[in-house]
């Protein structure tokens, strides 16, 4: 969808937008758009961020509520505010304002998931050093009078398979760059939660003057080392988009070395590649290319470092 909206003359800007918000009405993998990775109060919440690489301008929503077209108001935000990230329900008002339908964001789907969650005593879930034992039952949780700290459960066993983000990065014929993300989140996020894909540097990262990334994976670890902004700042000295990928993720496997993620990079040039953590279920990561040098949209494989 990104790339015919290039070949119609579309700008990038356009591309990242209707590509993301493609897979947004496909729900992809159940970790974008609505219906998917319910929180812990079975609502689902969306994510999402835009960037434009040529004027570093922004938009993005966090914890959106009720609108299906999170990149679409993220979007927005750039064309129509001063400001760069709105959250809440507060987004989901001016979502409205700027013409998107109010809608219902649950479906039956994740509603089955939220109650096979409940009835295994909402396991996994994010919560730690908390009474009751969060390990064994449900909420509502409060911490201990006197706390102890235990070690977390392998962070792999809850992040592999329960979330995931579209990331796109799009290079244009003239070099500009453009990026962005969507997704739902994790699954079963304590409410309120907002992980990598939303901010600037973390989830995408766009410079016109170097390339651009984007990451996926375990947004609560990664958001901390800005992967996207690194990969890109790895370009700009002469990097290649592969080896700035790796460089990223062996940045990051060094304070957690069992992480699930991901990240693409592509520079100006139109080279691009990709990196991931190995861990157990997750040894190899596949992305998709279009280019004019490929005749379809293919899909690429890298094995984790």
């Not at 992967?227 to 990928?245: D, F, K, L, N, W």
Request: glycine content about 12%.
């Amino acid at each position: 969808t990104a790339w015919r909206v290039l070949q119609l003359g579309g700008s990038e800007l356009d591309a990242v937008e209707r590509g993301c918000g493609q897979c947004e009405i496909d729900q992809c993998d159940g970790s974008v758009g609505y219906g998917g990775s319910p929180d812990e109060s079975g609502e689902t919440t969306l994510d999402a961020m835009i960037m434009d690489g040529n004027t570093m301008e922004v938009g993005a929503v966090a914890d959106l509520r009720h609108v299906k077209n999170a990149i679409g108001v993220a979007r927005k935000v750039i064309e129509y505010t001063k400001h760069t990230l709105l959250v809440g329900e507060s987004a989901s008002l001016f979502a409205v304002r700027m013409g998107f339908p109010y809608e219902d964001l649950t479906t039956q789907n994740s509603l089955l998931m939220y109650s096979k969650w409940l009835n295994q005593s909402c396991q996994p879930n994010y919560w730690k050093n908390v009474v009751p034992d969060s390990s064994k039952s449900c909420g509502p949780y409060k911490r201990p009078e006197k706390v102890t700290c235990k070690e977390e459960q392998t962070i792999s066993q809850r992040s592999v398979h329960n979330h995931d983000t579209i990331g796109m990065v799009v290079i244009g014929g003239s070099g500009t760059v453009a990026s962005g993300t969507s997704t739902n989140g994790a699954v079963h996020k304590i409410p309120g939660r907002v992980g990598d894909s939303p901010i600037a540097g973390a989830g995408s990262y766009a410079d016109s003057t170097a390339g651009g990334a984007a990451a996926t994976g375990d947004g609560d670890i990664m958001m901390r080392f800005l992967p996207s902004y690194q990969a890109v700042e790895y370009m700009r000295m002469g990097i290649e988009p592969t080896v700035a990928c790796q460089k990223v993720i062996s940045r990051i496997q060094k304070y957690a070395p069992k992480f699930f993620g991901a990240v693409i990079c592509a520079n100006t040039t139109g080279s691009y590649g990709a990196a991931c953590n190995k861990i157990p279920g997750f040894t190899r990561f596949h992305f998709m290319v279009s280019s004019p040098l490929l005749s379809r949209p293919t899909e690429q494989v890298v094995d984790c470092i």
